[in-house]
């Protein structure tokens, strides 16, 4: 066996190894002269897997439905750019005509557009007049329409990126949301083309999302999918998967676990576990099943998505998530159902575990320190708890005022009950009504503002109750 090969091997087996241990277990030592090499030899295998590209399979339906189209038509611009510099103008000009079709089938106006620039070229040189004029008045047709699409992207991306960031920054975005519909709407009115009609689309979706209004959204989808059904969004550009999994997660954040549940059970066998938002998807799916209290469903979840190759792979912030995500699954599992050595790894986890204030006002916070608490009450230890219930008092004066973080706020209300009836089950269920029914009452929170419920503070609060029937901590 080569190097090449044997590098391929030690990475497919060991993803986490570093290039001191692949230099000394190819070359012998870690001398310069061996890392010299092995930057080489990693530089060629690099080359050889990047060829592999092209042979890649695009046409698996798991995959986003227009990527078969685009990678065709930057194909045959990639074929026709070599051609045309050989000087083959025939050869050329039949291929180009064929990307333009294509590119104008799949509505990808900017290819359209390069096709049409190139064939201008070919007809310059050969002084083809007339098919040049054609060519040209097709090209600044296309040039208007691309920037109006260009112009929506931009304010969509800009939507996109505001929802990803801090309080501030979402609730910024929030308030310009009116007017980028507004123009969005004139852009789509000028090119009503599949690139305005997404943007638009996309910032609806984003736009009830931080508003907290799920229905809406729910309405997005389906009014979507009415249209591809009568033909008049392109089928080969509208990702259905991506507007299954809008439907699927509103149906998380709008308190419809059980609806969500079979929708996302369904929606699983679309999307290919390779994509990039498998993951993304699963998270939710694994929250539906929490949502709707199916834990050993959710248990089957989360080894489902730790058994995929690519977990390790996702970026730090998605790692700590799916960390909370496991400890909640197994938070409200029996004891005696996880091993030994988890139950010890929990441990070390709930107390290692700190959350972030500085980073931001909103999220996991509540959710890590009532991870901790819940915990502790199960493991009766009374020092811990009062820790964590000082944290979450303190908290909530200092992050949870506004009125959108009423469910938090009033379940940290509850939580801080405890102490006042010395955790006994009989004087809190007197006692918790009240803040009960206003925790049922409190109005949907859109994404600007609330904290992430791993499991529904009602459940939680009956996973409390159920702790301290068995006994309080000391």
């Known amino acids: 066996m080569g190097k090449e090969e044997r590098l391929m091997q030690e990475v497919a087996t060991n993803p986490e190894v570093t290039a001191i241990q692949l230099t000394k277990s190819l070359y012998g030592t870690n001398s310069a002269s061996n890392q010299a ?13 990047l060829n592999h590209l092209f042979f890649l399979d695009h046409s698996d339906p798991r995959f986003l439905v227009s990527r078969r189209y685009e990678v065709e038509c930057l194909d045959l611009l990639h074929k026709v750019t070599i051609l045309f510099l050989e ?40 002084h083809q007049q007339n098919k040049y004029d054609e060519v040209n008045a097709r090209l600044l047709v296309l040039r208007q329409i691309l920037a109006v ?37 004139e852009l789509y009115e000028l090119a009503p083309t599949f690139a305005t009609f997404f943007a638009r689309y996309r910032v609806r979706i984003s736009g009830a999302g931080l508003a907290g209004r799920y229905k809406d959204i729910i309405a997005e989808t389906e009014a979507a999918n009415a249209l591809l059904q009568q033909g008049k969004l392109n089928a080969r550009r509208f990702d259905q998967r991506f507007n299954q999994f809008m439907n699927v ?32 998807f699963y998270e939710h799916y694994l929250l539906l099943a929490l949502h709707a209290r199916e834990y050993d469903a959710a248990l089957t979840l989360l080894h489902t998505a730790q058994k995929n190759p690519s977990y390790g792979k996702q970026r730090q912030g998605a790692l700590e998530r ?37 980073r931001d006002k909103r999220g996991y ?10 915990h502790y009450l199960q493991q009766r230890l009374l020092e811990p708890v009062l820790v964590r219930l000082e944290r979450l008092r303190k908290y909530q004066q200092r992050h949870l005022r506004d009125a959108a973080t009423l469910r938090s706020r009033t379940f940290l209300r509850l939580l801080l009950l405890l102490p006042e009836a010395e955790f006994n089950p009989k004087e809190l269920a007197q006692r918790d009504k009240a803040l009960l029914a206003t925790l049922q009452q409190a109005p949907l929170a859109g994404e600007a503002d609330a904290e992430v419920e791993f499991i529904p503070y009602e459940n939680l609060w009956k996973l409390i109750m159920n702790v301290l029937r068995q006994g309080g901590p000391q």
């Open 37 to 49: 090499a092995m930057r080489q030899l990693r530089a060629r295998v690099q080359d050889k897997l």
């Open 87 to 126: 000087g083959e103008y025939t050869l050329t000009e039949r291929l180009l005509r064929r990307c333009a079709r294509l590119a104008a089938q799949s509505d990808f106006t900017a290819y359209e557009e390069q096709a049409m620039q190139r064939l201008r070229s070919i007809y310059a040189a050969q």
């Open 149 to 185: 699409e260009q112009e929506a992207e931009q304010i969509h991306l800009v939507v996109v990126l505001g929802t990803e960031q801090a309080v501030a920054k979402r609730r910024a975005v929030q308030l310009k949301l009116p007017a980028y519909l507004a123009r969005l709407e």
């Open 249 to 280: 997660y509103a149906h998380l954040r709008g308190r419809q676990p059980e609806a969500g549940l079979k929708l996302a059970e369904a929606f699983a066998e679309t999307i290919h576990p390779t994509s990039s938002n498998w993951f993304y």
């Open 322 to 358: 799916w960390e909370l995500l496991e400890a909640y699954t197994e938070l409200a599992l029996p004891a005696e159902q996880l091993p030994l050595r988890r139950r010890n790894q929990l441990a070390v986890f709930a107390a290692l575990t700190v959350p972030e204030y500085s």
């Open 365 to 374: 916070n509540v959710a890590i320190l009532v991870f901790q608490l819940v």
